[in-house]
């Protein structure tokens, strides 16, 4: 058997390294909650809240400038909340805090209550409302429901419309079709022709084929277009808020861009946090004590804190320096909104500051900037690039490239002005993008389409 020799070369990752690098990607908000968890778990570290140091007139006057800028610009997170759809599946996940409150069982129950149901029936009853799925509707497979609970289905029914008649209206549907008329029928509007629409025609009308469905059921067209403005006001998940409490909160920004006369101001939110300080008790006991073991002991827990210490202040040096490229590279974003916004990657900035990419990755992630236009997360500034056809060098680079966020305002820009009775498909857009030297595709416009929340062409239909 041969021996060899061979020499390889490993990178293994202290803890140290892991824990620097996972707080660098925390946010000021993630910060201070895992301060507040390190101070729990190691006496030697006392947290300070941030108190304002005493200024002098220029900085005073400066100061109040700058709060004076950010009490006018903080419509905070504009620029997010355009996004927001009145749907409960389009409500952005960062922008609302969703608690456990009453559940919709035992908020049914307290109805039924009232209503002194049958003792002989109360359990029977319990059963149906702890099986309605988070929408309200009974999803259950019948078959084995009614084989679980020894209950036949004559009863099952009985009890289920006993359901169907709480609040809010829709609840205890078996399906999309049932819980819409469930509403209609408590409105007094159901007639037999718009059952039939809701039953039938649902389909169509998410397609906008309304001549269709007009055809079909022998109406006019203006009748067929009611029925969806009366369909659109029903709630389609009765069900969904009843055990759930949403409430608004705020973006803590991490960096804020002040635009003064002539020049911006970064500025590092370092106030949602506290500064770590070392217990001046274990210092002493540390420094006295014979014990080698409490030695020991203190000693550990004291580099904790030196660490974490250096670890937020490399964060907080690290994210200002790439804040002040970001603000350097969008200088014209800064200064005149979306329409400066330029073709900017990751590597552009790490390569001068020279650091690796992921550290800048890590450095902008889940964190936010507020400036005059709202307030953005710092990723939003690495806009993608798409090249105008009118300009490509041998690379396939312009100085005149157009950014994902550029093109989106374009293609709403053209769709706006478009003959609704006639609208524009992807491949007419990419035409009109072409007159204005902008080359994409159709599947991206299809794409970015998608993403604004834009329907296709017969989505956008109109009809007389």
Known sequence: MALELKQEQKQILSQKMIQSASILQMSAADLEEYLNEQSMENPVIDLIQKVPEESTEETAQKDAETYQWIQ????????????????????????????????LADSLWEQLLIKHIPAQDEEDIRAILESLDERGYFSEPLEDFLQYFHMDEERFSTLLQLVQTLEPAGVGARSLNECLCLQLERKGLLTPTLEKFVNF???????????????????????????????????????????????????????????????????????????????TGYLQMYQSSSDKEVQDYLQKKISQAEWIRQCIAQRNATLFSVAREIVARQHDFFLEGISGLKPLRMADVANKLEIHESTVSRAVRMKYLQCTWGTFPLSYFFAKNTARSASLDIFGTSDEASTAAEIKTAIRKIIEGENREKPYSDRALAQKLEEQGISISRRTIAKYREEENIPNASGRKEYK
């Open 72 to 103: 006018s610009h903080d419509e905070q997170n504009r620029y997010l909340y355009q996004k927001i759809e009145t749907t409960e599946d389009d409500l952005p996940e960062w922008n609302f805090d969703t608690r456990q409150a009453e559940n």
């Open 201 to 279: 025609h649902l389909e169509k009308m998410a397609k906008n084929q309304l001549p269709a469905i007009a055809k079909e059921l022998s109406i006019p067209l203006g009748q067929v277009k009611e029925y969806c403005q009366l369909i659109r006001t029903l709630d389609p998940k009765p069900g969904a808020y009843l055990g759930r409490v949403q409430r608004t909160h705020y973006i803590n920004p991490d960096v804020i861009v002040v635009k003064f006369k002539g020049h911006l101001d970064i500025l590092l939110n370092d106030s949602v946090y506290p500064d770590i300080s070392l217990n």
